[in-house]
Nanobody
C-alpha cells in the first residue's frame, strides 16, 4: 500500500522560506514521478510543481516559477518542495502526490492516484 506523508508546514511571515518534505513508502519510489499540489481556502486544488521519476525534468505553476524548487532523493524515498519569497497568496494546504504509472514526467496533466494527508502553510503579511 502506497503511503505519502508530508511534513514541514507551518506559520511564516511574508518573504520567509519553508521546505516541505514528503516521505513515500509502499512501492519503488524511484520509478514514479511525484508532484506537489495545493488548495487554498475556498479554492480548488491546483498543481504547484512536478518532478520526473529520474529527477531530470521539473514543472512549475507560473505563480511559483522562480520561487519554488522541487527535488527528490530517491535513496531516501523523499520529495521536497523548497519555497522561497513566500507571500500570503501561498497560504494553502499542500499535498504530495504520486503518479499512477512508472517512468512518468511529473507534468501537471499526469494522473496522480496517490495522495498524502496534506500539510498546512500559512503566510502572514
Amino acid at each position: 500500500q502506497v503511503q505519502l506523508v508530508e511534513s514541514g508546514g507551518g506559520l511564516v511571515q511574508a518573504e520567509d522560506s519553508l521546505r516541505l518534505s514528503c516521505a513515500a513508502s509502499g512501492r519503488t519510489f524511484s520509478r514514479f514521478a511525484m508532484a506537489w499540489f495545493r488548495q487554498a481556502p475556498g479554492k480548488e486544488r491546483g498543481f504547484v510543481a512536478g518532478i520526473m521519476w529520474s529527477g531530470r525534468k521539473t514543472y512549475y505553476a507560473d505563480s511559483v516559477e522562480g520561487r519554488f524548487t522541487i527535488s527528490r532523493d530517491n535513496a531516501e524515498n523523499t520529495v521536497y518542495l523548497q519555497m522561497n519569497s513566500l507571500t500570503p497568496e501561498d497560504t494553502a494546504v499542500y499535498y504530495c502526490a504520486g503518479d499512477t504509472v512508472p517512468y512518468g514526467l511529473g507534468s501537471p496533466t499526469a494522473r496522480y492516484a496517490y495522495w498524502g494527508q496534506g500539510t498546512e502553510v500559512t503566510v502572514s503579511s
